[in-house]
């Protein structure tokens, strides 16, 4: 009776939870985008893409792009390629490898989408930056 009990308890505190907390498996496993934004301010570019790809700072910081790759990267706001949304991220452009740039001061409240605009439709090299 006890087993039984605690299970529907957990069960009511579950439902309306299911897909959050109880184990649903809700995410696509293709999706490169991770749930919860990283608070950071360097973002670092390898082969394997731009990591963390979902980053979250504070009104009027600055992000550091660090290219650790072996090929150049060109960092642009998104759409491209207009690149109108963020311009403080057209600060950071052209980065050969080894090199690092920051962003202009991200001034506005909103989500900034990048890509790199020397591969722009390549997701590994796409992320955003909320900034709040
Ligand atoms: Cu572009």
Do not use: W
């Amino acid at each position: 009776m006890l087993n039984l009990n605690r299970t529907s308890r957990r069960l009511l505190l579950c439902a309306p939870l299911a897909t959050i907390a109880c184990g649903g498996s809700s995410a696509s496993p293709t999706s490169p985008t991770p749930a919860t934004a990283v608070q950071t301010t360097t973002i670092t570019i390898t082969s394997a893409g731009v990591s963390p790809n979902n980053i979250e700072v504070a009104l009027g910081a600055r992000v550091l792009f660090i290219n650790n790759d072996s090929k150049s990267h060109t960092i642009a706001s998104d759409p491209h390629p207009a690149h109108t949304d963020c311009p403080p991220i057209n600060s950071v452009g052209f980065l050969a490898p080894g090199k690092s740039l920051e962003t202009g001061n991200l001034t506005v409240a909103r989500t900034c989408g990048y890509h790199d605009h020397d591969d722009p439709l390549n997701a590994k090299f796409q992320g955003h930056i909320t900034i709040k």
